[in-house]
């Protein structure tokens, strides 16, 4: 029987999809890469290093290791600054009664992200002390497509990861709920791969699927 629910955070529970490009477009520019949306777009569900290297394929130049450490640090900063704009107006009523509303079923609920900054844009938008565990890139040495960081998750919320439900927009994402021995449903441009066990077109249609998963 379903016990828990752990949800990525970009894109799942608020969107900082912005934030991250503008955060990442300001760093591009300064070491003259082109970046776009569309680069932009093979990020999403990528560590912070994972990420800049994809930037650096366009980099008429070579970055030490020292060099690549201090630009994702730059970009970090700008993001950061970003966020900073962020508020509980950021978090639709949809997520947040859709949150309650599992709760109120019993689910335990964790985020499972590779943000290093999960906690923090937790309680810009309000949700800083709401969830029972956080498993985030503070915590792993592996982004997804690896598991580690929903396993993470699942330890910490003391349940086998068979009965957590996993909550994705990403396809790595989606690969690392299966990868790890989770259910798995994929929300926004995860719902293309069709690798996910359930479908939610709206976020709300979680309430229905924990429903099966608990008969």
Not at 6 to 32: M, R
Not at 139 to 157: G, Q, R, W
Request: proline share 2%.
């Amino acid at each position: 029987m379903l016990k828990a629910v752990v949800f990525d955070l970009d894109g799942v529970i608020v969107h900082t999809d912005k934030y991250h490009y503008l955060g990442w477009k300001k760093l591009a520019d300064e070491l003259g890469i082109y970046f776009d949306e569309t680069i932009n777009n093979r990020l999403r569900g990528v560590s912070r290093m994972a990420s800049l290297e994809i930037i650096l394929e366009r980099f008429d130049g070579k970055l030490t290791d020292e060099e690549k450490i201090a630009a994702a640090d730059r970009k970090n900063g700008y993001y950061r600054e970003l966020l900073k704009q962020m508020s509980p107006a950021d978090l639709s009523p949809e997520v947040k009664e859709t949150l309650d509303g599992l709760r109120a079923k019993g689910l335990k609920l964790a985020i499972g992200s590779s943000s290093k900054n999960a906690k923090f844009i937790l309680e810009r938008i309000g949700l800083g002390d709401y969830f029972d565990a956080i498993s985030d890139g503070n915590n792993i040495t592996h982004s997804k497509p690896d598991p580690e960081v929903f396993n993470c998750a699942a330890k910490y919320l003391g349940f086998d990861t068979k009965d957590c439900l996993v909550v994705e927009d990403a396809e790595a994402g989606i690969d690392a709920g299966i990868a790890g021995g989770f259910k798995t449903a994929a929300i926004g441009d995860a719902k293309k791969c069709g690798k996910s066990d359930f479908i939610l077109n709206t976020f709300s249609d979680l309430l229905s699927v924990t429903d099966k998963l608990m008969k």
